[in-house]
C-alpha cells in the first residue's frame, strides 16, 4: 500500500530535486493519491497490530524506544509523513477557501497560507527525506530474517532494491492516476507528458533489474535461479514485468498509445506488488511447515479500505483545485 502510494514522493524527486518543471501538473494529483495511500495503510496498520488504542504511545514514549528496531523507524517515519503530505497538499484547500463566503475562513486561509509558502521548501524536504527512510527500512525489516528467508530475496541490498521499486512503482501509479482522472472527470490528456515520463521509468526500472539480477549472480546463488520451483518462476516474472515495459519505453516511446502506457504501467504496479509479497510472505519461512493465507474479514476489510480510498479521491477532486490542465472540449467541440 505505501508503495503505490509513492507517486508523491517519485513525481516530488523529479520536480524539486532534479528541476524538471515540467512534470509539475502531476504534483498534487501524486500528492494527493500519496496522502490517502498513506492515510489508509496506516489505519490498515493500526487495525493489524492487534492492540490499536495503544499505538498512540509510539511516539510520544521516546524512553522506551528500541534504538536497533528498523521497525520503529518505519512506525515513525510513516506517521510523521502521512502529516507532511496533507501539509503538502494544504494549499490545494486553502486557495478554495480563499474565496469562501465565511470571510473568517477566507481570512485564516489567506494567513495560513502566506506562512506555508515560506515554510514549503522545509516541508517538502521532509516529505523527500521519511518516504526515503521508511521504504528502504521495510527492507532492512525482512534482512533481518536471515536464513529464514530465501537466498533469491535475502540480500543486503533488500534496503536499495525495497527503495528504487518503490520509486518504479510511484511512477506507474501517478501513469495510472492521470489516465483514468483524465477519463472519469472530463480534462484533457496529458500524453505529452507522460510519454516524457518513461524516460525515467525505464532508467528506474532497468536499474532495478540489473541491480536484482548482478547481486544473485555476485553472490553465487546463480544456480537459484532455475531450481527453487515456485520461487524461480515468480522471480522471473518480476523480472519480466520491470524490464518489458522498461524495454518497450526505450524503443517505442514516441509511438506508445496512452492504452498501452496504462497496461505497462499496471504491469509495473504488480511487479512491485509481488517482490513485495513474494519476500515477506512466500520466500519467508519462519518455521518448517508455516503457511499463511488471509481469512475472508481480513480480504473484506483489505476491499472496503481502498473502496474508501476511492470515495474520498473522487470527493476531493470534485471539490478542490487538484487537477492541472483544462476540461476536455465536448463531443460536438471536437
Known sequence: GTALACGGYAIALLVYVFNKGRYHPLVRPAILTSAL?????????????????????????????????????????????????????????????????????????????????????????????????????????????????????????????????CIGMGYAAVVMESTLSSRAFGRVREDAMLKKLTRVMAFVLLLYVAIRLADVVWRGRAGLLFSSGLLSVMFWLEIVLMAGPAVMYLVRRDSLSIGCLFRSAGAIVLAGALYRFDAYLLAFQPSPGWSYWPTIPEILLTVGLVAFEILVFVLIIKRFPILGGTSAPAAGQR
Open 37 to 165: 495511500g498513506y492515510s489508509i495503510a496506516a489505519v490498515a496498520i493500526v487495525l493489524d497490530v492487534g492492540r490499536p488504542w495503544l499505538i498512540w504511545r509510539i511516539p510520544i514514549s521516546v524512553g522506551k524506544w528500541n534504538l536497533d528496531s528498523a521497525l520503529l523507524e518505519v512506525a515513525l517515519c510513516v506517521m510523521a509523513y502521512v502529516i507532511v503530505l496533507w501539509i503538502e497538499l494544504s494549499p490545494a484547500f486553502l486557495e478554495k477557501w480563499e474565496n469562501a463566503r465565511n470571510t473568517s475562513l477566507a481570512t485564516f486561509a489567506r494567513s495560513v497560507g502566506g506562512f506555508l509558502q515560506k515554510s514549503l521548501v522545509w516541508i517538502i524536504a521532509l516529505g523527500l527525506l521519511l518516504p526515503t527512510m521508511h521504504q528502504s527500512s521495510l527492507g532492512s525489516v525482512i534482512m533481518l530474517a536471515g536464513p529464514r528467508l530465501h537466498g533469491l530475496y535475502h540480500t543486503p541490498l533488500l534496503p536499495l532494491l525495497f527503495l528504487i521499486s
